[in-house]
């Protein structure tokens, strides 16, 4: 192996491990709308559950107000981390429990999220959550998505 593949390899496995670190701080604090404050890019977009899109400012709106009231939010596991360049591409496993408009959910999700890095820091640009299921996520072969056609 070369001394430059070597440094390439090294990279990319601090920046899997810089990544992995950020997921695991949005997704294990109840801080996770102040640290998407200050870990997201300028144009970031959060896609909720009912499709629409919110920006920064209406998703910290969205948990500001007594609409929504979160008691739990738990990373659970992330699925899957791919690591291109200036761009990183993540889907996971979380759980939150809640209520909106006075009704309990207690939810179990995937987010798929895309990272860019911006100045030499790693931003989230885009989020997207599916919608919650109280059952058990089942577990998925990424093998079969990363599989060579």
Known sequence: MSANASSTESTQGDNRQTITTMIEEYGNSMQFVEFLENNTTSDFQFI???????????????????????TDHSLIKIQKLEVVGDMAFACMTESAVFEYKGTPNNDRYSTTAILRRVDGVWKFCWMHRST??????????????TASA
């Open 132 to 145: 919650g299921d109280q059952e058990e996520t089942p577990e998925f072969d990424w093998s079969l998505a």
């Open 48 to 70: 909720r559950p009912s499709g629409n899109p919110a920006n920064l400012t209406l998703f910290k709106a969205m948990f500001s107000g007594a609409d929504l009231v979160v």
